[in-house]
């Protein structure tokens, strides 16, 4: 069975959107790869946290992960900062990485634009660190959007450079892009990503948002003045981003819910969504709740965290013996 890497930053409650494009996709993999979900709260601190806020973060993602559907009888879930053969493998791929194509990293060209007070190293040197990631799982498919593809990129010449060197000890990894419809937009600018960053809040629902507040945004969503409501990404943005919420969050194809809503007026279309978003909302953090005050989730966090280890621990010596770090016994 192939190996299956995800990644997701601890950095705030991920919304609709992210569930839609990738948590709800991660729970259907899980029979068909051996699945790794790593809350990677080391990439967090590429820039200032509050240590307090971030721990709390890190322990609400576990649980939205597991509320998602995510299992761990199936799959490995763990907490980055609690495996050290990240940050080991990640420096050792340091190491052969040049700073020309690190300061190409899109990323990090606009993450360091936004320093008032000079750029942390950490900005230039965390894609390292998310190839080792990958790779110290023998990774086969990361599973990403358009936003992450260069970093894979980055990690699939840094195994060909790291086996061209030092003998074919890694895996390279392949991109598994999205499903098409994955993407979901800003409910008040759909013209852009849904951001759980975004400053205004109408523009995105957060998974812990409370559901009565959720289907007001969806009501005040904004759409176009034709009242027509058809899948069209170029001419009628709006409705066909909330035609791709409903799809996902009800498995209703795009086509049906079109003829279903043919002869009705935007209100009717809207109304209907935000209880949908709603009834998804209360069921979702039943779960979330039921996770996130228990003592099972540090079980289950514990049980990843030494699997991921056993795991890690393997190819992390494998690459220490090719570059001839430590001593031979």
């Not at 907490?79 to 420096?91: C, D, L, R, T």
């Not at 750029?119 to 992450?148: C, F, H, R, S």
């Not at 289950?300 to 690459?319: V, Y």
Request: with cysteine; net charge neutral; aromatic share 8%.
């Amino acid at each position: 069975m192939e190996t299956l890497f995800s990644g997701i930053q601890p950095s705030g409650i991920p919304t609709i959107g992210n569930y839609i494009g990738a948590l709800k996709q991660f729970s259907d993999v899980q029979d068909d790869y051996n699945c790794y979900f790593c809350i990677v709260d080391q990439h967090a601190i590429t820039v200032p946290q509050d240590r307090l806020k971030l721990r709390k973060q890190i322990r609400q993602l576990a649980a939205i992960y597991l509320a998602s559907g995510i299992d761990p009888e199936k799959s490995t879930l763990f907490i980055q900062s609690e495996v050290p053969a990240h940050v080991q493998a990640s420096w050792m791929l340091t190491t052969i990485a040049s700073i020309g194509e690190l300061e190409r990293m899109t990323q990090f060209k606009d993450k360091s634009q936004k320093q008032v007070e000079g750029v942390p190293a950490g900005l230039l040197t965390y894609p390292p660190l998310m190839a080792a990631d990958i790779v110290i799982y023998n990774t086969n498919i990361v599973p990403v959007g358009e936003d992450q593809k260069q970093h894979i990129e980055l990690t699939r010449n840094l195994v060909d450079r790291f086996n061209s060197r030092y003998n074919d000890i890694l895996i390279k990894p392949e991109i598994r892009m999205p499903k098409v419809g994955g993407r979901v937009m800003s409910l008040q600018d759909p013209t852009k990503k849904m951001s759980k960053s975004d400053d205004n809040q109408k523009n995105f629902i957060s998974l812990l948002d409370e559901p009565n507040v959720a289907a007001k945004k969806i009501k005040s969503a904004v759409t176009d003045s034709d009242g027509v409501i058809k899948f069209d990404r170029e001419q009628k943005p709006g409705v066909t981003n909330l035609l791709s919420i409903y799809s996902s969050l009800t498995d209703e194809s795009i086509e049906d819910l079109v003829s279903k809503y043919k002869d009705s007026n935007y209100g009717t279309f809207k109304a209907d969504l935000a209880e949908v978003v709603k009834e998804f909302l209360t069921d979702f953090q039943a779960k979330y709740n039921d996770y996130y005050n228990s003592d099972k989730l540090d079980d289950i966090l514990d049980d990843g965290r030494d699997k991921a280890h056993k795991a890690s621990f393997k190819t992390l010596k494998k690459m220490e013996k090719a570059m001839g770090l430590g001593r031979k016994r």
